[in-house]
């Protein structure tokens, strides 16, 4: 993978690192994600259960970034080709930073490009059947001053199913590029929640590529964090395929979270949704920019994308950015942004029937955010996100 981190380090020098003159990073600042001085984050001490514990999966553990063969399973299931990046077979290899580098234009993302030249820790995943269980990755954080990179490398054979769980704080700094490759009829899930540290600062990048008949779902969960930026770019390259990205975030204080995704439908009768939903309070910001780019050619499209937030106080504020670009004349594409309040006539509605003022309130934004979490097929997996959110709320009710 020499030849292709050589190819990465050469685009990040030639676009340089993100600025907030950027017209993508306006909103959002990329010194906290690109200077050389690492500032500590403290480590969040919790005796609250691990998320998805109570789901049969296959574990597959990162502590500050490394992989801990003894904390993880065994790296074997039915159906599944698993390695570490370093012992990427020839099919990873010559997958590795494709994705990414397709992902670069129109808009670069020099973060992305900056982890492919890099990365020297992340797992290789091959699909080539229906699994059975998801394959979970866990993040374990040590120290007050880890700077990980990550990246992993998935490809769904055509008619494999496969879901990825994501979970955990990983580092104090984090960078993590993730490229999936779902060939025609395949099936790619994936479940993420960030972890609840709130210094930490992420910035993730999902790149996708869907073949025909295939299937791409993602959510992400993300609650506190002083600096989250996560960025998902698809390319919808098979007929009748369906592409779903969607993410619920709550934020308090100084917390400041980007949703930047752009969706490229290059082929005919294709389906994408984006729902993105946002609770902010005490002066927290979120972001989101998302962008559904439709080509000439690509007729019966199918694009929805729905941004919202719920600001809890006068201090808070979200900037929204929904683009669309239409090269084909037989589609249906809409999208919406939308910022408010609590609704008042709601609020009063519960308390007459002797729900109490804060619990009327957490009520409303739970059903607020779930539009988003209603995405997640996995029954299970969706609850267990929302007992996370309402113990979120249920945390700051003092």
Not at 59 to 86: H, N, P, R, T
Not at 98 to 123: D, F, M
Not at 218 to 230: E, I, Y
Request: charged share 25%.
């Amino acid at each position: 993978m020499e030849a292709a981190r050589k190819s990465a380090k050469a685009r990040l020098e030639a676009m340089g690192l993100p600025q907030r003159r950027d017209e993508y990073w306006k909103y959002t600042r990329p010194d906290l994600l690109t200077t050389t001085d690492m500032a500590p984050a403290a480590l969040l001490v919790t005796d609250e259960a691990p998320l998805f514990d109570a789901i049969d999966r296959l574990k597959i553990v990162f502590v500050d970034g490394v992989f801990d063969a003894q904390a993880s399973d065994d790296l074997s299931l039915e159906g599944l080709e698993i390695s570490q990046l370093k012992d990427a077979p020839d099919w990873a290899q010559s997958l590795y930073g494709v994705l990414e580098e397709n992902g670069q234009s129109p808009v670069a993302r020099p973060l992305a490009a900056l982890n492919s030249a890099q990365a020297q820790q992340g797992i290789v995943i091959r699909a080539n059947a229906k699994v059975s269980k998801p394959v979970s990755l866990v993040y374990v954080r040590k120290s007050d001053t880890s700077d990980a990179i990550l990246h992993h490398v998935i490809r769904v054979e055509e008619g494999a199913d496969l879901t990825v769980l994501e979970n955990g704080p990983a580092a104090a700094r984090l960078n993590t590029v993730m490229e999936v490759d779902v060939a025609d009829t395949g099936a790619f899930h994936h479940v993420r929640a960030m972890g609840r540290d709130h210094e930490r600062r992420a910035a993730t990048h999902i790149f996708g590529r869907l073949g025909h008949e295939s299937v791409f779902k993602s959510f992400t969960m993300t609650v506190n964090g002083k600096l989250t930026r996560n960025e998902v770019v698809l390319d919808i390259n098979g007929d009748n395929a369906v592409a779903h990205v969607a993410g619920a975030a709550m934020g308090d204080g100084d917390f400041l979270h980007d949703d930047t995704v752009f969706i490229t439908h290059d082929s005919l009768n294709c389906e994408s949704r984006q729902v993105f939903k946002k609770v902010l309070r005490n002066g927290a910001t979120g972001v989101f920019q998302g962008k559904i780019l439709v080509k000439e050619g690509a007729q019966k499209t199918d694009g929805y994308q729905m941004s919202q937030s719920l600001l809890l106080d006068d201090d808070s504020q979200f900037y929204g950015k929904p683009e669309l670009e239409i090269y084909a004349d037989d589609v249906m594409c809409s999208h919406g942004s939308t910022t408010g309040a609590i609704d008042e006539k709601a609020m009063f509605y519960l308390q007459s029937r002797g729900v109490t003022k804060i619990e009327a309130q957490d009520l409303l934004v739970l059903a607020f955010l779930d539009a988003a979490v209603d995405e997640i097929e996995d029954a299970a997996i969706a609850d267990d996100i929302r007992g996370r959110l309402e113990g979120w709320l249920a945390r700051r009710r003092d």
